[in-house]
């Protein structure tokens, strides 16, 4: 059975603050003969400030990054690539790639904007992949690097699959209602990691693929989730549910979101909605009431919250992977990359790393007096330190 025979829903949501200047690239929903795809890219506008000028349009390094990485993506689905452990390497390659020539076509337009925290096409990267196993077994696999996330959606709960690459780990599990620097995404300028999660299922789901604009300005994990079980509550047709569901994302959100739900294995959107909301009211009773009952008191809502966040987290991070540094992951070099030659052309013999960095590496490339460089460094090393 191919992904064309599975009665899927899918439903996107893609929100720009500024028209034709978002730095979030469209989410992405794929189907190849085997696999299904979901996929976010939230290009880092602090760090990817840097205007450039790419055939006749200027845009942010952020906002060229985030949709060169989609790109990529589906190139390389296209090519029959899976998601999956020994693919990481070539993705992450296929990453650098298409960063590089983006970077060798853009002219930089002279900016004000200054920063020791800029990056060279910075984003984020989120992605999940499902494939059938057999009959009513599902493998799904989830990818990331930075603080975009993928969901696993189950009459359960929100479950996340990714956890955030940010600089300070107890904001993840601890204080999920602050915030931290990012301590990992994909950029040309620095070395960054792909980590991977697989989890096997055997009942209807549906996968969210979500940037930080869509989870980030809602009050805490259970009123994201609250916004997903109540939207769908209200609106009985899949395309009402999406245009709906992202007027309340956009009314939150305080800067670029985009987000993308593929359900998988229910028969029809009438099935998934009596599936995920028949405990919509015990889950407001409990999670949500007292929260409203607390009123303008900031005091009382931090605790009441805080005490109700102990409660709903144990579910919530039953699926949370490691920290990176014991994660499945892969160690992807900008500069090993490039100096290995195009994409899926033999490594060349392991030397020594320029210390000189990328900019004095190309520079070498293009004169020819560079040597070749080893193999990527080892799996689970965080990458670079760099500000969202």
Request: with cysteine; hydrophobic share 40%.
């Amino acid at each position: 059975m191919t992904t064309a025979d599975w009665p899927v829903v899918n439903v996107a949501v893609d929100i720009e603050k500024v028209r034709g200047q978002g730095e979030d690239s469209p989410p992405l929903s794929f189907f190849g003969p085997h696999q299904a795809v979901v996929a976010v890219f939230d290009g880092m506008g602090g760090a990817g400030n840097q205007p450039f000028e790419i055939d006749g349009r200027i845009h942010t390094g952020a906002r060229w990054a985030a949709r060169g990485l989609r790109s990529s993506l589906v190139e390389f689905l296209d090519a029959g690539e899976r998601i999956e452990a020994a693919s990481l390497g070539r993705l992450g390659g296929a990453f650098v790639h298409r960063l590089d020539r983006l970077d060798e076509r853009a002219g930089r337009v002279r900016s004000r904007l200054r920063g020791s925290t800029r990056r060279l096409f910075p984003s984020t990267a989120a992605l999940a992949s499902v494939e059938r196993t057999r009959r009513r077994r599902w493998r799904v696999t989830a990818c990331w690097a930075g603080d975009s996330r993928v969901y696993l959606w189950t009459p359960q709960g929100v479950q996340p699959l990714t956890r955030d690459h940010v600089m300070d780990p107890g904001v993840v599990e601890e204080r999920p209602f602050e915030d931290s620097p990012l301590s990992n995404a994909v950029s040309l300028d620095r070395p960054f990691a792909l980590q991977l999660h697989e989890v096997e299922l055997t009942r209807p789901f549906a996968l969210i693929a979500a940037s930080d604009g869509a989870y980030g300005y809602v009050r805490s994990p259970m009123h994201f989730e609250w916004m997903l079980r109540y939207s769908l509550a209200r609106w009985p047709d899949a395309s009402i549910w999406e245009r709906r569901l992202g007027a309340r994302i956009g009314r939150l959100a305080q800067d670029d979101a985009t987000l993308v739900v593929l359900a998988v294995g229910f028969r029809d959107f009438r099935d998934l909605r009596r599936t995920m909301i028949a405990d919509n009211r015990a889950f407001a009773a409990t999670y949500i009431a007292g929260l409203r009952a607390t009123g303008a008191d900031a005091a009382r809502f931090a605790e009441r919250r805080a005490a109700l966040w102990r409660r709903y987290s144990a579910n919530y991070h039953a699926l949370l992977p490691p920290v990176l540094e014991n994660g499945r992951a892969h160690m992807c070099d900008p500069v090993e990359v490039l100096a290995a030659g195009p994409a899926g052309a033999a490594r060349p013999a392991a030397a020594a790393r320029p210390a000189s960095g990328l900019g004095r590496w190309r520079q070498e490339r293009r004169t020819g007096s560079t040597g070749s460089t080893g193999s990527t460094g080892s799996a689970g090393s965080t990458g670079s330190k760099g500000r969202r």
